[in-house]
């Protein structure tokens, strides 16, 4: 898992079985906010609560890992600025990291 254990060392992935992503527990219910920030910053991910009904899966982020490495590093970094800013603005215009 090495560069999302090194960018989101309080988060807790699942460790994968197979399948094309991993379940993030984020700590804390923030998926929807954080999935928003993604978005305003290039990177296109789906609110966890979509895969569950009354708000289940809100505390953990579903993380595809279907993407060529140079383009996952770009979205990581993206995602950490919008970890560590949930309520920010989107920095200019960027091309959408498409990771759904």
Same mark, same amino acid.
């Given at each position: 898992?090495?560069?999302?254990? @090194?960018?989101? $060392?309080?988060w /807790? !992935? %699942?460790? %994968?079985?197979?399948?094309l =992503?991993?379940?993030?527990? +984020?700590?804390?219910? *923030? =998926? %929807? +906010?954080?999935t928003?920030?993604?978005?305003?910053?290039?990177?296109?991910?789906a609110? =966890? $609560?979509?895969?569950?009904?009354d708000? &289940?899966? @809100?505390?953990? +982020?579903?993380? $595809?890992?279907? +993407?060529? /490495?140079?383009r *996952?590093?770009?979205?990581l970094?993206?995602?950490?600025? &919008?970890?560590?800013?949930?309520?920010?603005? %989107? !920095?200019?215009?960027? @091309?959408? *990291?498409? #990771? #759904?």
């Open positions: 898992m090495g560069r999302l254990d @090194e960018q989101f $060392p309080d /807790r !992935p %699942s460790r %994968s079985t197979g399948g =992503s991993l379940w993030v527990d +984020l700590g804390a219910p *923030v =998926s %929807s +906010l954080l928003s920030a993604a978005r305003r910053r290039g990177v296109l991910l609110a =966890s $609560p979509r895969f569950g009904i708000g &289940a899966f @809100e505390r953990f +982020l579903r993380l $595809p890992y279907t +993407l060529c /490495r140079d *996952v590093v770009v979205a970094v993206r995602l950490a600025t &919008a970890w560590n800013d949930l309520g920010g603005a %989107s !920095p200019g215009d960027t @091309e959408p *990291v498409a #990771v #759904v």
